[in-house]
């Protein structure tokens, strides 16, 4: 009998209901709680968060583990035990109390953003961005193996096994590649006519075909519930109960692939299998893999004129008075328009992966090459200026748009990029394995989400997200195949 590993499911399960607590508290706070429960709340989720961190630090979970290794385990088993020894590992390498004062410097950081971001005042936010920086680069070298760089400690927090050397050739080659096929493209003098996406699309109607695209995608109801956010998000407790919002506005666009988007990051989850879920590998591989199910769904799939055939009816009938006139191949042609611009999660499917290029090198910078944050605004302008060719008049739209930073993440944007990365090598794989879009077109949209289940899904973290393509398609992840899969897509739909 496995005494020690008994023992540990114990504590785990203890781990886990807070976890599931807080998470279903984080959850409620941005659905459903009245306004002012705000900080009310956030004392109970603190309060949460503290618990299940005493119960992982636990002495006798690290006696624990240490006698599990002599055990004679199942390979789901060894894996959570990994996983455990893992979190323990990486909280014990830093100073309790400077981990401390981290915590109180990010629980009051994302509001000096907030606050510098509505003034357009980067040099309220940068002697707190440089506080971070330090902490980030401390916390890194405390953790970091003989002779690894601090940014390859925090790429491997979000993304194992892929470090600087892999990244410089995967953002190499976008940025050789993609750059001037953009300036081609914006070049060609192509215009698309995407102005009835934008009108009056009433919410209700927005709801109810967003809840029909949930469920034809595979999004199952009697496991999960749509509700509405200010940003659209997805939120797990456990594989029978996978929670996702969406939010709506008079551009209908936004709210139907948001809702797409979201359903792929669900459906990954409901197929975490009943004996990994609610278990430290109970959930999806890495943020790189997440994001490739959820840009999947939206773009190969969602943004596909083949996905569209079956479907394209039902949404004209929905909104008669704004599509009625639209053909199908308008109607794909607007929701692929490529418009270079200067927000990261406004941005379409070709140019995004250029705003997180951008985010990648200067992160480099900052951890690698002590980059002075007072240039930050400057070379943020310059690079998507040669880049996307478009320059941010303020730091409300250039280097204070997105949150990350200011909660102390660094290393975390290589992911959105990955993610459809991965998904294109998965995407041209499939194509020799299935007539892909002759089931789009066909309706049939069970084979395809059963590949992925299959193949992905199913495995939670059981392994890396880089061993998992490697054992779906035969091969090392390779960029080329998202560059291929962009050029010849927007090519064909720009005719150039
Ligand atoms: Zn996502």
Redesign the pocket.
Same mark, same amino acid.
């Given at each position: 009998m496995n005494k020690a590993y008994e023992q540990l499911q114990t504590y785990l399960e203890r781990a886990q209901a807070f976890q599931t607590a807080r998470v279903l508290f984080e959850w409620d706070n941005e659905t459903l709680a009245p306004r002012a429960a705000g900080p009310n709340t956030s004392r109970v989720v603190g309060t949460l968060s503290g618990e299940y961190f005493s119960v992982i630090t636990d002495p006798e979970v690290k006696k624990l583990v240490k006698e599990c290794e002599k055990e004679d385990l199942t390979e789901t088993e060894k894996a959570i035990v990994r996983e455990l020894a893992e979190e323990i590992d990486k909280l014990e390498k830093v100073p309790a109390k400077e981990y401390r004062e981290f915590s109180e410097l990010t629980s009051e950081s994302a509001r000096i953003w907030a606050d510098a971001r509505k003034k357009k005042d980067f040099d309220s936010f940068a002697p707190t961005l440089k506080k971070l920086i330090e902490y980030t680069k401390k916390f890194a070298s405390y953790r970091a193996g003989e002779g690894q760089k601090l940014y390859d400690v925090l790429l491997d927090d979000y993304e194992k096994g892929f470090d600087m050397e892999t990244l410089d050739r995967f953002f190499g080659t976008l940025k050789e590649q993609l750059v001037p096929f953009l300036k081609k493209l914006t070049d060609s003098g192509v215009k698309v006519d995407d102005s009835f996406l934008t009108g009056d699309y009433s919410e209700r109607d927005q709801e109810a075909i967003g809840r029909f695209l949930a469920e034809y995608v595979g999004f199952d109801f009697d496991k999960g519930v749509m509700a509405v956010s200010a940003h659209p998000f997805t939120t797990n407790l456990h594989n029978k109960d996978v929670r996702i919002t969406t939010s709506y506005n008079n551009h209908v666009d936004d709210s139907l692939f948001s809702v797409i $988007?979201e359903s792929g $990051?669900a459906i990954y989850e409901m197929g975490i299998p009943d004996d990994l879920t609610q278990t430290l590998v109970g959930t999806g591989a890495s943020m790189g893999m $997440?994001?490739s199910q959820?840009r999947f769904f939206e773009n190969i799939i969602g943004r596909n004129r083949a996905f569209w055939v079956p479907v394209y009816g039902r949404l004209q009938k929905q909104f008669p008075a704004q599509l009625k006139e639209v053909s199908l191949d308008q109607f794909v042609k607007a929701v692929n328009k490529v418009e270079p611009s200067l927000i990261r999660t406004q941005a379409d499917e070709l140019t995004y992966s250029l705003h997180v290029l951008i985010r990648y090198e200067i992160e480099k910078m900052l951890i690698e090459e002590d980059l002075d944050v007072e240039e930050l605004p400057r070379i943020w302008a310059d690079k998507y200026e040669e880049y996307l060719g478009v320059r941010p008049k303020d730091v409300a739209e250039g280097v204070l748009q997105d949150i990350h930073w200011s909660q102390g993440s660094f290393g975390y944007f290589p992911s959105y990029a990955l993610g459809s990365a991965f998904g294109a090598q998965l995407y041209a794989y499939m194509k020799k394995e299935m007539d892909f879009e002759g089931l789009l077109e066909k309706g049939d949209m069970g084979r395809i989400r059963e590949f992925l289940r299959e193949n992905i899904h199913r495995y939670g973290k059981l392994k890396t997200s880089r061993q998992m393509l490697k054992d779906v398609t035969g091969e090392d992840f390779d960029p080329q195949y998202y560059i291929d899969y962009l050029t010849d897509k927007y090519g064909k739909l720009y005719g150039i």
């Open positions: $988007h $990051h $997440h994001e959820s």
